[in-house]
C-alpha cells in the first residue's frame, strides 16, 4: 500500500527540502538547524486546509478494529497510528518488536502523599528494550532499511544503543554504537553487546561521542539514528496519541518528562499538537521538561533573558540524561512556550528519594524517569500544578536498567542528607539461618511498619 508523501521542514529556515536530499547529519548545511516531519496536512503547511485531512472519527475506530489484528505491524503500538506517521513507502517495511502499547498505571500513594486526585505514569519503560527509545527506533530504523542502507549508527548513553542494536539485528543490518568511556548503565551495555551491535567506548563524553559519529557519516554510507533524525521523533510522538487513547480521549493537565537530549519531549508536543489540528483533542496539555541540576542547560535557558542555550558540562548519575549540550533544545523550548509548560532541574538526592517512590508503588523506573516525580514535586510547591489537576508523568526507562544505582540508595549511598529517604530503604539483611534469628528480624520490621 503506497503512503501519503512526508517533505522534511527546516525549523530554522522553514525550508521544506525532499527527504532523499537531507544531509547525512540531518543538519541544515548553512544553518546546522535540525529538520522535522511535515506532511500535507500538518499546520506548518499554510496550503494544509486543502490537503486531505486525516478523519479523526474514522481513525479512533480503525486503531481500535487493529487491536484484534494479529498482523505485526498492527500489534505494535507505534505502527498502528501509521496514518499519522506516513514515512515509510511500503508498510511492510517497519522492522517492529511489537513496542508501544505501553501501561498508564495510577500512582495511589504517590497521589495522596503530594495530595494530588489524579495522578498517572505512562511507563514507557515497559517497551521490548526497556526505554522509550524504542518507540523512535522502530520508526527511524524502518526508514534506513527501507531506504537500503546496511550500516546503523548512533553515540548514545545507553538506551538508544540497546534499541538500535536490538532493531538493527532484526531488520539484518549492522550497528556501531559510540558510547562515553565508563558512563554508561551496565545494564544498557550489555544489551547493545546482546544483540551483536558493535559497541565503540570512546574515552570522552556524550557530547564528544556525538561530534565524533558526525564526522563518520558524513564520510560514509552508514545512517545516523541519533535523535537529530526526525524520523526518531515520529515514533516517539505516538505516546502523546496512546495517552489519549487510554484516557478515552481525555487530555490530561500536565505531562512531565525527564530532558536529556530533549528530543521526547520535543517529539510528545508534536503529537499532542497534530491531535489537537486533527480534531481528536480539543486541547493540548502543558508540557514540562525536567533536568538533573548537573546535567541543566534548558533550565538555565529557561531563566535567562537571552533565551540562548549555553552547554554545560553534564554531571549526574541519571546517566540517560547526562547531556551538556542537547541537540533538540529549540524543539523542547518551542513546545515548552506553546504549550505553557515549565522548565525545571533537581538535585541527585530529590531524583533517588523519587525513584525509591516509584519503586515503592510497585512499578519502578531508572534514575532518569524519576526527575519526573521529584520535578512536580517542585512545580506543586510553586502552585504551577494544582491539586485537582490532572498529571501524567513520562517514566522512560527500566528500573532493571541501572541495579547498582537502587543498591546504592538502598545501602544509604544517595540521598543520605534527605531524612524521608530512611522510610524507603530496605538493604538486604544478613541472618544466620535459624528461625529465632529470623523472627526476630521480622518482629523489628513489624514494629518499625506500625
Ligand atoms: C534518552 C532518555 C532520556 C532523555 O530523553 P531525551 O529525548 O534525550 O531528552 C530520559 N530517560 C531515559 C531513560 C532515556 O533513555
Known amino acids: ?71 505485526p505491524i498492527d500489534q505494535s503500538g507505534v505502527w498502528r497510528y501509521r496514518d499519522l506517521l506516513p514515512i515509510l513507502q511500503d508498510d511492510n517495511n517497519a522492522v517492529t518488536l511489537r ?91 550489555s544489551q547493545s553487546m546482546d544483540y551483536g551491535a558493535m559497541s565503540i567506548q570512546l574515552k570522552t563524553d556524550f557530547d564528544g561521542c556525538v561530534k565524533m559519529l558526525g564526522e563518520i557519516v558524513r564520510k560514509n554510507p552508514i545512517y545516523l539514528l541519533n535523535s537529530v533524525n526526525p524520523y526518531r521523533l515520529e515514533g516517539q510522538k505516538t505516546p502523546a496519541i496512546e495517552i489519549c487513547e487510554q484516557l478515552d480521549w481525555q487530555v490530561p493537565d500536565h505531562v512531565i518528562v525527564p530532558g536529556g537530549n530533549l528530543a521526547n519531549g520535543s517529539a510528545l508536543g508534536k503529537g499532542f499538537g497534530e491531535l489537537k489540528h486533527l480534531g481528536f483533542i480539543d486541547r493540548v496539555p502543558k508540557i514540562s521538561v525536567i533536568q538533573a541540576s548537573g546535567a541543566n542547560p534548558l533550565f538555565q535557558w529557561f531563566n535567562n533573558e537571552e533565551k540562548l542555550l549555553h552547554a554545560v558540562t553534564a554531571e549526574t548519575r541519571a546517566t540517560a540524561i547526562r547531556i551538556g549540550n542537547p541537540a533538540s533544545w529549540r524543539k523542547a523550548a518551542h513546545i515548552i512556550e506553546t504549550t505553557n509548560g515549565w522548565c525545571e532541574d533537581v538535585n541527585e538526592s530529590e531524583i533517588a528519594l523519587a525513584k525509591a517512590q516509584i519503586g515503592a508503588e510497585g512499578i519502578g523506573c531508572e534514575p532518569a524517569s524519576a526527575v519526573t516525580l521529584a520535578g512536580l514535586k517542585k512545580l506543586m510547591s510553586q502552585g504551577r500544578v494544582l491539586p485537582g489537576e490532572r498529571v501524567v508523568l513520562l517514566l522512560t526507562g527500566h528500573t532493571l536498567k541501572d541495579p547498582e544505582y537502587t543498591i546504592d540508595f538502598h545501602q544509604g549511598v544517595l540521598a543520605a542528607d534527605m531524612p524521608e529517604a530512611a522510610g524507603y530503604r530496605r538493604p538486604p539483611v544478613v541472618l544466620e539461618p535459624n528461625e529465632s534469628a529470623v523472627m526476630k528480624a521480622l518482629a523489628t520490621e513489624m514494629a518499625g511498619a506500625l
Open 1 to 71: 500500500m503506497p503512503n501519503a508523501s512526508h517533505q522534511l521542514r527546516c525549523i530554522g529556515t522553514g525550508e521544506r527540502i525532499a527527504p532523499e536530499a537531507v544531509s547525512s547529519d540531518f543538519r541544515d548545511p548553512v544553518t546546522g538547524d535540525l529538520y522535522e516531519v511535515e506532511y500535507p496536512w500538518s499546520e506548518t503547511r499554510e496550503d494544509a486546509a486543502a490537503a486531505r485531512r486525516p478523519n479523526a472519527q474514522a481513525l479512533r475506530h480503525l486503531w481500535a478494529e487493529r487491536r484484534d489484528s494479529t498482523m
Open 99 to 189: 513496542e508501544g502499547n505501553t501501561p498508564l498505571y495510577d500512582l495511589p500513594r504517590t497521589a495522596k502523599l503530594l495530595g494530588l486526585d489524579f495522578l498517572l505514569a505512562k511507563h514507557q519503560g515497559m517497551n521490548p528494550t526497556g526505554s522509550f527509545k524504542d518507540t523512535g527506533m522502530t520508526a527511524a530504523l524502518s526508514v534506513a532499511a527501507e531506504r537500503g542502507f546496511k550500516w546503523v549508527a548512533c553515540a548514545s548513553t545507553g538506551n538508544t544503543s540497546a534499541a538500535m542494536a536490538a532493531y538493527a539485528a532484526r531488520a539484518g543490518l549492522r550497528a556501531i554504537v559510540f558510547i562515553p568511556e565508563g558512563k554508561i548503565a551496565w545494564g544498557k551495555l
